[in-house]
């Protein structure tokens, strides 16, 4: 499995008292499609320490965890380290956990390509939460899609055949975000709207300005088909 980490967080606060300190059996039960998911590599994280497991037979990891006298333990998380899966439904507590390993917004990106995965996948850089969705996530974002936003990813897809690289998705994402530019002139940045301007850069080699506008121009001026505005309220 590749590494990449899913994380669910409990938000239990275990108390450890001089009294009762000792090494704790933490157990996580993970079921998929309703059966025990076995060989599922989980990790267990808090701020003082990271242990590994791998769920066996019956679907069950146990960590052994030992806090400290006259501590309170922090919150921790549990993590699995396949890109394939995220834990959802988690219940118990304290220190008997089980959760659901259903396949995720990663795992359904590759195994069934859409024509706006690469759109996706060009939002998703700055959040980073393809590895934490669920793939019935990213079936209801894609059906919540209008017509005319396939119809973009259509055309940025044919572009980007034409450019050679995925600058046509970042410019999509660019034009979206709030512009901190008056009558073409730069005046100040904000943190995404850089991020994505920096992208465009390192994927096109250039550098025409920060504002709009400088691409746009730069961008008719190579030949390239222009790239559309988006058809949505970029206020998430």
Known sequence: ?????????????????????????????????????????????????????????????????????????????????????????????HYRWKADAVHSASWLLRTRPRVCDEWKRAMDIPRGSDSTETADDLDAWYASLSPQQLANCAWLERIEQQVGSKAP?????????????????????????????VLLEEATGASPGKCVVDWERWWAAKGYPPIPAQPRDYSE
């Open 1 to 93: 499995m590749k590494s990449l980490r899913t994380s669910v967080l409990v938000l239990i606060l275990l108390s450890a008292t001089a009294s009762s300190a000792s090494t704790k059996r933490l157990v996580l039960a993970v079921k998929t499609d309703h059966l025990p998911a076995n060989g599922l590599a989980v990790r267990y994280d808090d701020v003082t320490r990271t242990l590994s497991a791998t769920t066996d037979s019956r679907g069950i990891a146990v960590f052994s965890v030992r806090f400290d006298p006259g501590a309170v333990a922090p919150p921790y998380m549990f993590e699995v380290t396949s890109p394939d899966f995220v834990l959802a439904n988690l219940r118990g507590s």
């Open 169 to 197: 998705w970042y410019f999509y994402e660019f034009k979206a975000l709030p512009q901190t530019c008056v009558d073409g002139k730069y005046i100040q940045e904000l943190d995404w709207t850089a991020w994505y301007r």
